[in-house]
């Protein structure tokens, strides 16, 4: 009898033992570490990160701003002008406006594709507000070639009359010279002989009143190489003191008023262009 009472009080604390010493582990079969053969959690259960998608594309943001070799110009400058800038040829002048079109902006790839920013932008140096272009789809971040765009329309998009907005601002070119849309009006004065003169430097078609022919006389400034990683802010600088230099020397006494109709001062014009803009700073 008493072996028999010594038997049951074993079995009885081992079935105790049992209970409490169940397989401790992960019971989550949603965990990385789960364990079939655990029957009590432990909280050491592991689960996978869940992944961040990469961004493959974004928005660009273009800030257009403008030097004169070195001396920054703003729109200061145009509401206030002064006599504080001198061109290649030695003419002392002021600033009171400078607009001008751009279009076409290109991402060009090393295959000979490109990635086209739709729209154009009428900058307007004495309105910052003009000075800031946000692209509305967004860009595939790469390394381009390079970063280019239209100074002014080319054939295809300088059509009389068609852009309400430009209509509304005056923008047009005669269409007895060519008609389409101004490219650029840079106005103010110069000084010639101890006076104060005014020039007119506005680029557009340029017209050939011997053949009665018109040339488009855009250019496109080829801002070199650039890499998209991110969202970015890219500054478009125009050095306005190119406008007067490079190959033509411009003298504002001898070109400074009736260029609209000056066939050889508009092609001077889109000679000396192509080296007026620069890649700024890009912030990404």
């Not at 504080?84 to 406006?97: E, P, Q, R, V, W």
Request: with cysteine.
């Amino acid at each position: 009898m008493k072996n028999f009472i010594k038997a049951t009080l074993l079995l009885t604390v081992l079935s105790i033992l049992s209970s409490c010493s169940k397989k401790e582990g992960c019971t989550d079969p949603t965990a990385l570490n789960y364990d079939a053969n655990a029957e009590k959690d432990n909280g050491t259960c592991v689960y996978k990160t869940p992944e961040v998608p990469v961004a493959t594309s974004g928005k660009l943001t273009f800030k257009f701003v403008h030097h004169f070799d070195g001396i920054s110009v703003s729109h200061t400058d145009v509401h206030a002008p002064a006599f504080s800038f001198i061109n290649a040829f030695g003419d002392t002048l002021s600033l009171t406006k400078l607009m001008y079109l751009v279009s076409d902006v290109r991402l060009m790839k090393s295959n000979g594709d490109s990635v086209l920013i739709e729209g154009y932008k009428l900058v307007d140096l004495g309105d910052e507000t003009t000075q800031t272009w946000e692209t509305t789809l967004d860009v595939p971040f790469d390394n381009y070639t390079s970063i280019r765009f239209n100074f002014g329309f080319d054939s295809t998009d300088n059509v009389s009359n068609i852009y309400t907005d430009l209509n509304s601002v005056s923008w047009n070119w005669p269409t007895s010279i060519g008609g389409g849309y101004h490219f650029m009006m840079m106005e103010g004065k110069y000084k010639f002989q101890g006076n104060d003169s005014t020039y007119a430097y506005h680029m557009g078609t340029a017209h050939d009143m011997m053949t009665m022919t018109n040339v488009q006389n855009y250019f496109v400034a080829d801002l070199g190489a650039i890499s998209i990683t991110n969202n970015a802010t890219i500054q478009f600088k125009m050095d306005i003191s190119e406008w007067y230099k490079n190959p033509y020397t411009w003298s504002l006494n001898d070109y400074h008023s009736g260029l609209m109709m000056n066939y050889t001062a508009q092609r001077n014009m889109q000679s000396n262009g192509v080296d007026v803009f620069s890649l700024g700073t890009v912030v990404q």
